[in-house]
């Protein structure tokens, strides 16, 4: 097991380089599976769940080579057998991407009940919907999603809410069905943009995406390319958010700053600076960070994955701060972990009341899943004293060689492996 451990206290300077978006890598990554010839990713960032992702491909008999950092060529051709290995899907959300990729081929697919990080209650009744419209039944048999069509014809589907997921899973199975099909009240987050992009390259016939209709008319071949996947939103957030707690000064680069507009307009209201280039934005602070309220919201509203970053922003801010999160039932398992650092904070179900405090003190902490234990670095980082980090295998499902990143801007990180059989287990 490994943990971190930071020195806080210090400003982050300097630049940093955003790696390619999880959350567009992993749909992608599946997407692979429709492709009738090998394709090429560049900007494939190097994170546990995108490694995972190409471990099922393999299993499955795809060959999947890496071309050079960050650079894979994948030829899923080999894959015969629609069945996602149990123990790999059970592990991620991004396995239910499966069940759309492999319908979308095999017209049929296993894949276990998905996984990921616990945020509450987290079902896919929406996905099911979807291939439901498209002429698919499914049946769950021992822990497996088990969908099947004779053949997917195009439909309407409306769903219920904006479920990015879903939409995602609606486009992987509709791309080659017959006929058109037209998906209302879709999610517009850029991940699922650049999905349609990467599709479209390939010979895709997909209107709409980033908007609340998406309209596909079904194709039959998909041929190989070369695309790369865009600059990862949450992983910039991430940190401008730990240049502000900070009160650093530090160059983002990689990025695409009108998908970070929700953050860099929070940023601005509490009192941080933010400036905006092409392709960079500078956060440096100036003066002292005031309260703000925050309610996360789907694409273009302020994003579920920056809520527990900014709420530890929020905990060095002046005043009280209000955060609801609108999206899950659960992301606020971190806060009992501020606390051992002296935030003041009170949860009652989706909302947090922040009253601000001077200062956070260094502790020993856990990440209870990947965007708190970047709030937990983020706190380390801002924190006087020590703070140590275990349980980083989820900071290390989204964030590719973050310490390294870090100690780039000047800050006192280490990774350091917890051999110690004493060490204390987390109860409960
Ligand atoms: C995706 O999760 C992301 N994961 C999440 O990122 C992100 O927080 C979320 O979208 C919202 O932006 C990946 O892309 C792999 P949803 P997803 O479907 O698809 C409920 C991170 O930190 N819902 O938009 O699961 C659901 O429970 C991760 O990178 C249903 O009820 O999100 C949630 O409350 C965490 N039924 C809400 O809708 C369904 O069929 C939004 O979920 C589907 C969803």
């Given at each position: 097991m490994e943990k971190f451990v930071i020195h806080g206290g210090k400003p982050l300077k300097g630049e940093v380089t955003i790696s390619g978006a999880k959350n567009a890598a992993v749909a992608i990554v599946a997407a692979t599976i429709l492709c009738d010839e090998p394709c090429v990713l560049e900007n494939v960032p190097e994170i546990s769940d995108i490694t995972m992702c190409m471990k099922i491909l393999k299993a499955m008999g795809a060959d999947v080579q890496l071309v050079r950092k960050n650079v894979v060529r994948f030829d899923t051709r080999g894959i015969t057998s629609p069945h996602v290995p149990y123990e790999m899907a059970r592990v991620m959300r991004a396995s239910s991407y499966f069940l759309g990729t492999l319908l979308g081929r095999f017209h049929e697919a296993y894949v276990a009940m998905p996984g990921g990080c616990y945020l509450g209650d987290r079902p896919i009744d929406q996905h099911l919907k979807a291939f439901r419209n498209l002429g698919a039944t499914d049946e769950l048999e021992n822990g497996e999603v088990h969908c099947k069509a004779d053949q997917l014809i195009g439909s309407q589907i409306y769903f219920d809410f904006n479920t990015v997921g879903g939409t995602i899973n609606a486009i992987l199975a509709a791309v080659k069905a017959k006929g058109r099909t037209i998906i209302e009240n879709c999610a517009k987050e850029p991940h699922i943009v650049d999905l349609a992009n990467f599709l479209n390259s390939m010979g895709a016939d997909i209107r709409g995406a980033g908007t609340d209709v998406i309209k596909i008319k079904g194709v039959d071949y998909l041929k190989g390319i070369t695309y790369p996947i865009i600059p990862d939103q949450i992983e910039a957030g991430t940190y401008m958010v730990a240049a502000a707690a900070t009160k650093g000064d530090v160059l983002i680069n990689n990025v695409i700053p009108k998908h970070l507009e929700s953050i860099t307009a929070k940023l601005r209201k509490v009192g941080v600076t933010v400036e905006e280039n092409d392709e960079s934005v500078r956060v440096h602070v100036d003066g002292a960070l005031t309260k703000t309220s925050i309610k996360t919201m789907p694409?273009?509203?302020?994003?579920t994955d920056m809520q527990p970053q900014f709420s530890t922003l929020l905990t060095l801010a002046e005043g009280t701060s209000i955060v609801t999160d609108?999206?899950?039932?659960?992301?606020?398992?971190?806060v009992a972990e501020l606390r051992r650092m002296g935030a003041d904070i009170s949860v009652d179900g989706k909302v947090a009341i922040i009253q601000g405090v001077g200062k956070l003190n260094g502790a020993p902490v856990a990440a209870t899943d990947l965007r708190a234990g970047a709030a937990m670095v983020i706190a380390g980082l801002a924190a006087e004293g020590t703070t140590e980090i275990t349980d980083i295998h989820y900071i290390q499902r989204g964030y590719e060689c973050i310490e390294k990143k870090l100690q780039g801007l000047g800050a006192d990180i280490k990774k350091v492996i917890v051999n110690d059989p004493q060490s204390v287990k987390m109860s409960g």
């Open positions: 694409h273009p509203g302020f994003p609108e999206i899950f039932d659960n992301r606020f398992r971190y």
